[in-house]
């Protein structure tokens, strides 16, 4: 029984994270980007480090990981490798996720618009090209 409970679980919280990632809106994530997150930090090919790393490959890729960028011990050592999830939990509450950072974007109230944000970041492997 307890298995079965375990699958049911595991099922449905795949079922609600491709229902979320099929609602998300790339495009709008994009105007998300260049409204909120532009200002500190750049995607796509041919990006840089700024105020905040470069954005190339950000899932699956490990926190404090961007050559070149002088990241706070907090954010070096949390340990955390970005998935959506992870992700969407620091877009809501930076501090909160890693107390110690010092991205001072204070984070994205509403969901959809992490969703969005998400999706949009999503789309950019590590070379800056969309996949």
């Known amino acids: 029984m307890k298995r ?7 099922a449905a919280a795949w079922a609600g994270s ?3 990632a099929m609602a998300a809106d790339a495009a709008a ?4 980007f260049n409204t909120k997150c532009k200002v500190c930090h750049q995607i796509g090919e041919g990006a840089k480090n700024f ?14 990981s961007v050559e070149g960028y002088n ?10 490798t970005w998935d959506e999830a992870k992700l969407k939990e ?4 930076p501090k909160g996720v890693i107390p110690g950072t010092k991205m001072i974007f204070s984070g994205l109230s ?6 969005n944000l998400v999706a949009y970041l999503a789309q950019f492997g590590a070379d800056g090209k969309k996949k």
């Open 4 to 10: 079965k409970y375990v699958c049911l679980v595991a």
């Open 18 to 20: 491709v229902a979320g």
């Open 29 to 32: 994530g994009e105007t998300v």
């Open 51 to 64: 105020v905040g790393p470069e954005l190339n490959g950000l899932i699956g890729r490990t926190t404090g």
């Open 71 to 80: 990241y706070s011990d907090a954010n070096k050592n949390s340990g955390i």
């Open 90 to 93: 620091y877009l809501a509450n």
């Open 110 to 115: 509403k969901e959809t618009d992490r969703d």
